[in-house]
């Protein structure tokens, strides 16, 4: 979907994910094409998603994705069986306690069934540069490049892997330019490419280079967000459920529409912002709820979305109407037609 | 006969019935020939009546100043203008709920704001906002100072103050002129609160406005037994006066596709006093009878995040729509729409949202527990309690063509007689008693005392 902005506002954008690309040090992950909670409402929806997302990074960056990152890197074991099943050949996780029990989130892992490799995000080091970075209360605070660097090093070595992940506007949006984050992120890639100790490696490489031993498993959906880790973020109260619910109801009447317009602004309003802005989380959860939010409360975002449901809920029935009024004409005409071939069907006793 | 009036908001900046009531009252009796002197605490410039701004009148100047300072005052009709440059941008109350901070506060809250005091070379004014925000207590007590002020510059044979925002500057406007002073009861403070969360201040104020008043003035019979059993005030000085309704104005909007076959309607403050728990509870059941039922829940208040909770909780939000607050044309569309509209109010004093309705052509359903059910025969009653009673009352609207369509015809016949011309008729006929009464009270003080005493603020029986 952001791709679709980028094509449409700011195209300089993806010519620089192209030339980004064109290093072959940069590797473009699968994803859901409306950053949707998909997987949840029906797996044929969720497949077709993540297919058009495919097929647009495929058009416009020319590269495609063989390594999948989930929605807000939500998981579980049956997402990963989906994305092998659908030829991804690893899936990127939250690195949280609650499915390492103990063991690291700095190595590679495979999945229980399938021959998936699964690459835990370590979280606590990613937090410190997407969250902690610029916030003075941090006993780290400043964070310099050659401490972070020297946290790295202190990582044992047979934990080879270190994954970091964070949002692509963690640089210059929630961490501003003027706080040092470029020069901070150019820093820490020059100190690690000099040591030697250290390389970066595209995930797919991983793949074709190592074996995991290791299994991780959930049967739990986990995520990346809030203190929770879990769905909470988008469906942890009524609103948020009966909203997302509300939208479910009409999954097949819409894709039995056939029809693309209805069915893009359907998908729009599956993007999982939509329920994150209806969190009524207090706190610090909340805060974070309530920074990436559009919306002055949560009862707006619901007032708001719900009104727009009501509006493609009427649409659709419109176009049902709409088909059901013209299979019906179609059939009286082929009806008639019959009837002028035919003059017996028309004769009455 | 010339009336001083103080108000509190009017149209077209109003957050409630007080300002259309006011419009409607005040038109009324200058046909009846009354001279109505208006203030308000701020005034907007586009009203349709010309009012007296409290916000441009100097306090604590001489007479000599005050005459310098404010221009003549020019005379239109029986209604009075004072042309005052005014020094503040005009501005709509909705702007200021758009910039309200959260949902629940759209519809009373405002920014914080403070009096103003400007002074100038004759004296001190106070710029009003004349809104319901944080420094209300504040405004009526300086709106008092300015309604003492104000007797000094007019002459006038009756106070009339509309509900307790406005009825310390009665008492203040009575002290000093030694007229007779009327209290209107809108709405008390029991029926926006509730027994349980009475705002203390509020009904202090509520109180000795009633007390020192020579005549209060009840919406309904409803309203007066909570005048009468609450504020303890003497029956014989409360009467009741029926609100109008203004005849509609045609008005153009853009007409809205109709989501289903069956809409029903809840429209007003989204507060306690209004009872939406019960519209809520009622749709549950109305919905497993009719599930292709929809339900506006139309206006805004401090209810309205529990009710989307409630809502939501019911996994009904699919059939609940929820506006916010809407303005003058987004009502008439919501009415095009609506098969029935439910007032489930815990206590109304009148209620005129029912009456707009059915002129809109909507039959009503109204609690028990309002002033509009004693003077509406053709719509459905039930106690705003009783969920059950409320669907059964849906359900047979929504089901039977022939008992809206009665309700609809029958409710627009009834509500003809419903005028404000009818209330002025009275009203007027009371400030003519007030007066005489005055008049023989003055007599009998100059025969029987001989020294002129203080008014009594209990009426003579005689």
């Known amino acids: 979907m952001a791709l679709e902005q980028f094509q449409e506002y700011a195209p300089a954008v993806l010519d620089s994910f192209r030339t980004l ?11 859901t094409y409306y950053h949707s909670l998909s997987f949840l409402t029906d797996k044929n929806e969720f497949i077709a998603q993540v297919g058009k997302h495919k097929q647009k990074i495929e058009e416009l960056i020319g590269v495609s994705p063989s390594v999948f990152r989930n929605t807000e890197l939500i998981y579980s074991d049956t997402i990963g069986s989906m994305m092998y099943d659908l030829g991804f050949k690893g899936i990127y996780l939250d690195g949280i306690e609650g499915i390492l029990k103990g063991r690291s989130p700095n190595k590679v892992y495979t999945h229980p069934d399938k021959d998936l490799m699964l690459f835990p995000r370590n979280y606590a080091l990613s937090d410190d540069i997407a969250f902690r970075y610029s916030d003075p209360n941090w006993n780290q605070w400043p964070l310099t490049p050659g401490k972070f660097v020297n946290w790295l090093q202190q990582i044992p070595a047979e934990q080879n892997y270190i994954g970091l992940g964070m949002d692509y506007e963690t640089f210059g949006e929630h961490q501003k330019a003027a706080g040092g984050i470029f020069k901070f992120l150019e820093q820490v890639i020059s100190i690690l490419a000099n040591l030697r100790q250290f390389g970066f490696i595209n995930p797919s490489e991983v793949v074709k280079r190592e074996s995991a031993e290791d299994i991780l498993s959930t049967s739990k959906i986990i995520s990346w967000a809030d203190q929770a880790r879990d769905l909470s973020a988008w469906l942890g109260n009524d609103l948020q459920r009966d909203a997302f619910d509300s939208l479910n109801k009409l999954h097949h009447d819409i894709i039995d529409t056939n029809n693309a317009d209805l069915i893009d602004d359907y998908r729009h309003l599956q993007t999982s912002d939509h329920f994150y802005y209806m969190s009524t989380k207090k706190s610090d959860d909340g805060n974070v709820h309530q920074y990436f939010s559009p919306y002055s409360s949560p009862y707006e975002a619901f007032m708001n979305y719900m009104n727009v449901v009501a509006d493609l809920e009427w649409r659709v029935k419109k176009e049902i109407e709409k088909q059901a009024l013209k299979f019906k004409t179609q059939q009286m005409e082929s009806l008639v037609t019959m009837g002028i071939n035919n003059p017996s069907l028309i004769g009455s006793s | 006969m010339t009336v001083l009036m103080f108000g509190w908001e009017f149209p077209p900046h109003i957050s409630g019935g007080l300002g259309t009531a006011c419009l409607g009252l005040t038109q009324s009796l200058i046909e009846e020939n009354a001279k109505i002197l208006f203030v308000v605490p701020r005034a907007h410039g586009d009203e349709r009546i010309e009012l007296i701004n409290a916000s441009e009148v100097l306090v604590g100047a001489t007479k000599e100043e005050v005459d310098s300072v404010i221009p003549p005052v020019k005379s239109e009709g029986q209604s009075i203008k004072i042309t005052v440059a005014s020094t503040l941008a005009p501005y709509t109350d909705v702007e200021q709920w758009q910039q309200s901070s959260t949902v629940e506060k759209w519809n009373y809250e405002f920014p914080a704001t403070t009096i103003k005091e400007v002074v100038t070379k004759g004296g001190k004014r106070y710029e009003f906002t004349g809104t319901y925000g944080p420094a209300l207590l504040d405004e009526v007590q300086r709106y008092s100072e300015v309604a003492a002020e104000l007797t000094k510059q007019y002459t006038f044979d009756v106070i009339h103050a509309h509900d307790w925002l406005t009825y310390p500057a009665g008492i203040e406007a009575k002290r000093s002129s030694n007229k007779p002073l009327i209290v209107h009861v809108h709405a008390t403070e029991f029926d926006r609160a509730g027994e349980k969360n009475i705002d203390k201040r509020v009904f202090d104020i509520e109180y000795q406005g009633m007390q020192e008043a020579d005549m209060v003035i009840a919406v309904s019979q409803w309203t007066k037994d909570i005048v009468v059993s609450k504020y303890r005030i003497d029956a014989a000085k409360v009467k009741v006066v029926h609100n109008g309704i203004v005849p509609q104005e045609e008005t153009d909007f853009s007409v809205l596709p109709k989501i289903s076959e069956h809409i029903v309607t809840f429209l007003g403050r989204i507060t306690y006093q209004k009872g939406p728990q019960y519209f809520i509870e009622a749709a549950r059941k109305v919905l497993l009878h009719f599930p292709d039922a929809h339900f506006i829940m139309a206006g805004s208040g401090d209810l309205l995040p529990a009710m989307m909770e409630r809502v939501a909780q019911l996994r009904i939000s699919s059939h609940f729509h929820f506006t916010g607050f809407l303005k003058e044309k987004q009502i008439h569309q919501v009415w095009s729409v609506s098969n029935v509209y439910v007032m489930p109010s815990v206590s109304e004093p009148f209620g005129i949202t029912p009456l707009e309705a059915i002129q809109a052509g909507v039959p009503v359903i109204v609690s028990n527990q309002s002033g509009i059910a004693e003077v509406m025969d053709h719509a459905i009653k039930a106690d705003f309690w009783d969920t059950d009673a409320l669907a059964n009352a849906i359900i047979g609207v929504l089901k039977h063509k022939a008992l809206s369509k009665s309700l609809k015809a029958s409710g627009k016949k009834e509500i003809e007689t419903l005028t404000w011309s009818q209330a002025a008729k009275k009203i007027n ?34």
């Open chain 2, 429 to 462: 006929d009371l400030y003519h008693e007030l007066q005489s009464i005055k008049q023989i009270e003055a007599i009998s003080e100059s025969v029987f005392s001989g020294t002129p005493t203080k008014a009594s603020s209990k009426i003579p029986v005689f």
């Open chain 1, 21 to 31: 690309a064109a290093t072959g040090k940069v590797e473009f992950l699968g994803e």
